[in-house]
């Protein structure tokens, strides 16, 4: 679909307004290979800064997960590669810090979760150090693999990703 000079100014202005707000635009906005990805989600609240003098950073609590709607599923929007599909998803903004990570109500059902990460090489880190859970050992993974959520966003060529299987530990 061939947008207009104010269609294409208006998607580019609210590319910059999603960016600003910590949002992946190009999760919550339609592209060009899928029309419908994802509605999005409410706003992500902080709590109020905690009260130890240790940590001066407010205590982030994510938005509950969007749900993708039949359309999507039907449109193949909530599938992350050509195997994995999730059932719902929840996009974090920079520096978010998830302390129990949402998941799905039964096997099979995946609950998929975004986190906006800084490219730059002095304060880029591992999405995956963004969850403060017990995370177990590696199970398992794949390189070269690509992510539909995960774009170069002048491009919007698919990045070349790692793929790692990763279980939760209980404790005692």
Do not use: W
């Not at 910059?16 to 910590?22: S, Y």
């Not at 880190?125 to 859970?133: G, S, T, V």
Request: overall charge negative.
């Amino acid at each position: 679909m061939e947008l207009s000079d104010s269609q294409a100014a208006a998607v580019l202005e609210a590319r910059r307004v999603l960016e600003n707000a910590g949002l992946n635009p190009y999760v919550l906005l339609p592209s060009d290979e899928t029309s419908n990805l994802v509605t999005p989600p409410q706003s992500a609240p902080l709590c109020s800064a905690s009260s130890s003098t240790t940590s001066q950073q407010s205590r982030y609590e994510a938005p509950p997960a969007t749900q993708f709607s039949s359309e999507q599923v039907a449109s193949r929007a909530n599938f992350v590669n050509r195997q994995t599909t999730i059932v719902a998803i929840v996009t974090h903004p920079l520096s978010a810090i998830v302390e129990f990570p949402e998941s799905g109500e039964s096997p099979g059902a995946s609950i998929g979760h975004l986190f906006l990460v800084d490219p730059s090489p002095d304060k880029f880190f591992h999405p995956k150090l963004n969850i403060q859970y017990s995370l177990g050992g590696t199970h398992g993974a794949r390189n070269n693999v690509t992510c539909n959520y995960l774009r170069n966003e002048q491009t919007k060529i698919l990045a070349d990703c790692t793929l790692e299987k990763i279980t939760c530990e209980s404790t005692r």
